[in-house]
């Protein structure tokens, strides 16, 4: 089977918020596959960011897919309105909410695809009985609530076990990485077994943003040829730390339906 191609999704907490209409077209006419929109509220993590109306006055500027990213606590209460808002894809935290299963439910009921959040201390086992519902599972590289962190090396290990577990599935489920990603880390990251790449800093934070893009590009690319030729996921996290991720297979798949940006269907 094919590859699974990257995808590049631009966080927009790293943007300059007197120009978010501008910054979101920006980076989408620089190749941005998705707009990763990450919601706060100051409870759940430790800062605040925008809500639904923001998320609203976006959708008329890009149409690029929205992947948005509930840090908040509860999370139940606010499906509705940022799926009305213009969300592709909601994702939540395990800890958000005592029924990770209803609101997995209520995310695709609303018609659209639906995420699960591991922070750097939440285990696998959080996905048990929900990975059927999954459209993504986004891993923590940092801890959230705050742009600019450097990556955490450890999560490598849970992306490559995560990685062999989706594909255990046999379902188009997107494994998507959010933290200090960088030209630096990704190949890592994409060696590891990841196939969504969320880029604050490494993009906002650049003089070309079309640039930046191509170059997180470029280096996941380094990290599908590093991880070529090899059946075996395991040792994946040790060679990309040690800069030998050679002979690593990441995850085979089909590009889901509306093209190399759609968002996938994982349990569709």
């Known amino acids: 089977m094919p590859s699974r191609p990257v995808r590049i999704a631009p966080s927009l907490l790293a943007a300059d918020f007197a120009r978010l209409g501008e910054e979101a077209r920006a980076v989408a006419e620089a190749g941005a596959d998705w707009l990763h929109l990450d ?9 605040l960011s925008f809500g639904p109306v923001v998320v609203r006055a976006l959708r008329r500027h890009v149409a690029i897919p929205f992947d948005v990213h509930l840090m908040i606590a509860p999370a139940d209460p606010y499906l509705e309105a940022f799926a009305s808002a213009g969300a592709d894809l909601i994702s939540v935290h395990p800890e ?24 750097p201390a939440t285990p696998l086992a959080a996905l048990d009985h929900v990975l059927d519902l999954c459209d993504l599972v986004l891993v923590m590289a940092v801890n959230p609530g705050f742009g600019g962190q450097a990556f955490l090396a450890g999560q490598l290990d ?3 076990a995560l990685r062999r577990r989706i594909d255990a599935t046999g379902r188009d489920i997107a494994l998507q990485v959010d933290g200090g990603i960088t030209a630096a880390t990704a190949p890592a990251c994409i ?17 070309d943003y079309g640039q930046a893009i191509a170059s ?6 380094d990290g599908l040829r590093s991880s070529a030729g090899d059946d075996m996921r395991s040792g994946a996290s040790d060679n990309a730390r040690g800069g030998a991720a050679d002979g690593l297979r990441i995850s ?4 889901p339906r509306g093209g ?7 349990a569709g």
């Open 39 to 47: 919601i706060m509220d100051g409870h759940f993590v430790p800062n």
């Open 96 to 119: 958000a909410g005592p029924h990770l299963h209803r609101t997995l439910q209520t995310i695709r009921a609303l018609g659209k695809r639906a995420g699960v959040v591991l922070n």
């Open 158 to 160: 849970k992306i490559a």
């Open 191 to 207: 060696a590891a077994g990841a196939d969504v790449l969320v880029a604050g800093t490494a993009v906002f934070g650049a003089a």
């Open 216 to 221: 997180l590009r470029s280096s996941a690319g």
């Open 252 to 255: 085979a798949g089909n590009i």
């Open 260 to 266: 190399a940006n759609a968002i996938p269907q994982g």
